[in-house]
């Protein structure tokens, strides 16, 4: 690299080139208030050390994250004595490099945690796995072709649909076997890395760090989908946080996993509102496996009294040593908790 660079010009370059693929020449520009012409020198300069890509001509050009690592294969004949540490530790881990210690074990425990749930799960016999590089990023797929998680949750657990199963998924600790798993994985992983995505024939998963939002996105054809369980997680490679920073956040020191994060919206169906006692006891089920529950109202524009009221008077007043958090509550949703909140008991 040129002495002449500001190594922070290149890093704002790399770290936002993604979101400003076509414009970051002027976003950069916007940042340093340095000349155009100044920034077109380092973005050649990153095209020579082979850290971008760029397409297009000059007005139109779009640079993009030059892949560093772009490999994919697939694993056959997976049975349950299949080993998911040999597979990391042999298949992935060799194509990571000089990651920061951090990253390789937050990719890992990632990992791990779901080609193991190909192996006992998704009675898959072959999963593909792809490792995506670049000077910024490190994102790592697992694709199987078996049963598909959501399916098999809302059969393993007589759930009325798929997206009940998603529902109760994002809470944690949800398992169909006790003896071998703790149901915390999923939950875990998706909160480790930058970006985590499921995509189950025609439903799609996603939760992002930066937000700690999750988005539910369905494209009402399971054709367009994917046949079985595709998940991708994507981390930056200048993450500052461990896993071990993950677990103290979710796990207690002795009572095991003891908080939880419910994104309201997974519970509400298209065209719906949340206006009824049964919608809340299903946003309910299993709260009392847990000392904390942070329910996240993101995306809720208003609920009803009754919804309101078996959560925040009926389960609360049941469940006293549970504590129950609100998150990004509009004022109309504010106001009915305190509204039910306040209220006498029903005679």
């Given at each position: ?5 500001n ?16 414009d ?7 940042e340093?208030?340095?000349?155009r ?11 020579e050390?082979?850290?971008?890509d ?8 779009r640079?993009?994250?030059?892949k560093?690592?772009?490999e ?16 990391w530790?042999?298949r ?5 490099g000089?990651?920061p ?21 998704s009675v898959?016999?072959?999963a593909?796995?792809s ?17 598909g ?24 600790k ?16 998706s ?16 939760r992002t760090?930066?937000d ?10 399971a ?5 079985g369980t595709?998940?991708?997680?994507t ?8 896993t ?7 796990i ?8 939880t994060?419910?994104?309201?919206k997974?519970?509400?169906y298209?065209?719906e ?30 609920i009803?009294q ?10 609360k007043?049941?469940?006293?040593n549970?504590?129950l958090l ?10 009915m908790i ?10």
């Amino acid at each position: 690299m040129s002495r002449s660079q500001n190594p922070a010009v290149r890093g704002f370059i790399l770290d936002n080139v993604r979101e400003h693929p076509t414009d970051i020449v002027s976003f950069t520009v916007a940042e340093f208030g340095m000349g155009r012409a100044s920034i077109n020198r380092y973005l050649r300069r990153l095209i020579e050390d082979g850290l971008l890509d760029a397409i297009g001509n000059t007005k139109a050009r779009r640079y993009s994250l030059k892949k560093l690592v772009d490999e994919t294969f697939l694993i056959e004949d997976i049975t349950r004595s299949t080993s998911e540490d040999t597979v990391w530790r042999y298949r992935v881990l060799p194509f990571l490099g000089s990651v920061p210690q951090n990253i390789i074990d937050i990719c890992h425990y990632g990992f791990t945690e779901i080609f193991n749930n190909v192996i006992d799960h998704s009675v898959s016999d072959s999963a593909s796995i792809s490792i995506h590089m670049t000077v910024a990023t490190t994102e790592i797929i697992v694709a199987d072709y078996g049963v598909g998680v959501f399916k098999k949750i809302q059969d393993n657990f007589d759930l009325p649909d798929a997206r009940s199963a998603l529902l109760e998924l994002s809470k944690g600790k949800l398992t169909s076997d006790r003896e071998n798993h703790a149901g915390e994985g999923i939950f875990l992983t998706s909160r480790m890395f930058d970006e985590f995505n499921i995509l189950s024939f025609d439903l799609f998963f996603t939760r992002t760090r930066t937000d700690d939002a999750d988005w539910l996105i369905e494209t009402g054809d399971a054709d367009e989908g994917h046949s079985g369980t595709f998940v991708r997680m994507t981390i930056s490679n200048n993450a500052n946080w461990s896993t071990k920073d993950v677990f103290s956040e979710y796990i207690g020191d002795s009572t095991g996993f003891r908080k939880t994060h419910v994104p309201i919206k997974l519970g509400k169906y298209p065209g719906e509102q949340l206006v009824s006692r049964s919608q809340a006891k299903r946003v309910l089920a299993r709260f009392d496996e847990f000392s904390e529950v942070n329910l996240d109202f993101e995306g809720i524009d208003t609920i009803g009294q009754a919804f309101a009221d078996e959560i925040f008077r009926v389960f609360k007043n049941n469940h006293p040593n549970i504590e129950l958090l609100t998150l990004n509550a509009n004022e109309a949703v504010q106001k009915m908790i305190s509204h039910v909140t306040f209220q006498q008991p029903e005679a």
